[in-house]
Nanobody, 123 residues
Framework: VQLQASGGGWVQAGDSLTLSCADP????????VGWFRQAPGKERDFVAS????????SYADSVKGRFTITRNNAKNTVYLRMDSLKPEDTAVYYC?????????????????WGQGTLVTVSS
């Protein structure tokens, strides 16, 4: 495990959470970073990504307008701000360092992964 994801927890629908992805081994480099999530019994799905400079982002349609990804390269940390959470957002959230300077929406485009942090949203 190269990255450290944190910030998950149990919240009610409509609440907000901010996840953090720390990179103590400095694997981010000049690469993009992405967040994915995996619900029980389902595949790992793309959530959001950000390029290495932090000036270009991409979101899954299901979270667009509710989630915001940012990065602080000085702190080697990427954040995922999640607003207006819904029960269907319940999943383990993983951060990953991309193979390129931008973040694709496929798992195969990433090299290093965090251990995941659980987000549970109750209705």
């Amino acid at each position: 495990v190269q990255l450290q994801a944190s910030g998950g927890g149990w919240v009610q629908a409509g609440d907000s959470l901010t996840l953090s992805c720390a990179d103590p081994k400095r694997t981010f480099g000049n690469n993009g970073v992405g967040w994915f999530r995996q619900a029980p019994g389902k595949e790992r799905d793309f959530v959001a990504s950000i390029n290495w400079r932090g000036d270009s982002t991409s979101y899954a349609d299901s979270v667009k307008g509710r989630f915001t990804i940012t990065r602080n390269n000085a702190k080697n940390t990427v954040y995922l701000r999640m607003d207006s959470l819904k029960p269907e957002d319940t999943a383990v959230y993983y951060c990953a360092s991309a193979l390129r300077s931008w973040g694709p929406d496929t798992v195969s485009g990433y090299r290093y992964w965090g251990q995941g942090t659980l987000v549970t949203v109750s209705s």
